[in-house]
């Protein structure tokens, strides 16, 4: 089984080509699965809730010493269980739609620094990891703009990019036509 992962901005494009990536391997008859760190988090799905019942589901800009460790923490019970998940799925592929490097940049953007995580050497390696660069400028341009606003894209950027030497991400230009796009992608494969 091989692990592909898609990382980026927000309107980056991961979801266009996560989905080109599905329809390429179903007609090449590969089966895969379906995986999204972020959604996968029992972090997130415990504060989704809580944001859910408050009617309030903004994304989180900032973050509390207390929300940052459970965060850490929860990323390492997350890795624990995707390991256990990965030795029950019975497929070709994982295809990671955000991956717990996104989790990881996350988690640097709340503390406000770029420190390397206890958490990251248990990240299972991928056998394509892709980094998705879009210019902030252009994402805000978008109908659909991140509620964070481009102060919060360019700094995640900055991060994604330092991060992405020492994880061995390949970094493709999203700025591209998507279908430009997935012509690496899929001669990645």
């Not at 799905?45 to 859910?52: E, P």
Request: hydrophobic residues 40%; aromatic residues 12%.
């Amino acid at each position: 089984m091989k692990i592909i992962t898609i990382s980026g901005l927000d309107g980056s494009g991961k979801s266009t080509q996560i989905e080109f990536l599905k329809k390429y391997l179903e007609s090449q008859g590969k089966s895969f699965y379906y995986f999204h760190a972020v959604q996968f988090s029992i972090f997130n799905r415990i504060l989704n809730k809580k944001k859910r019942n408050s009617g309030v589901e903004k994304s989180a800009t900032q973050a509390n010493w207390f929300q940052i460790q459970l965060r850490k923490i929860s990323l390492l019970v997350d890795i624990c269980r995707f390991k256990k998940l990965v030795k029950k799925i019975d497929a070709d592929y994982i295809i990671s739609d955000r991956y717990f490097y996104d989790s990881v940049v996350n988690i640097n953007f709340l503390s406000r620094n770029n420190k390397t995580l206890f958490a990251e050497k248990f990240i299972p390696r991928p056998d394509l990891a892709i980094y998705l660069k879009v210019n902030p400028e252009k994402i805000m341009q978008r109908e659909r703009k991140p509620d964070q606003g481009l102060e919060y894209l360019i700094k995640k950027q900055e991060l994604y990019e330092d991060k992405s030497k020492y994880w061995d991400i390949m970094v493709i230009d999203g700025e591209a036509a998507k279908e430009e796009i997935f012509k690496v992608l899929k001669s990645k494969i």
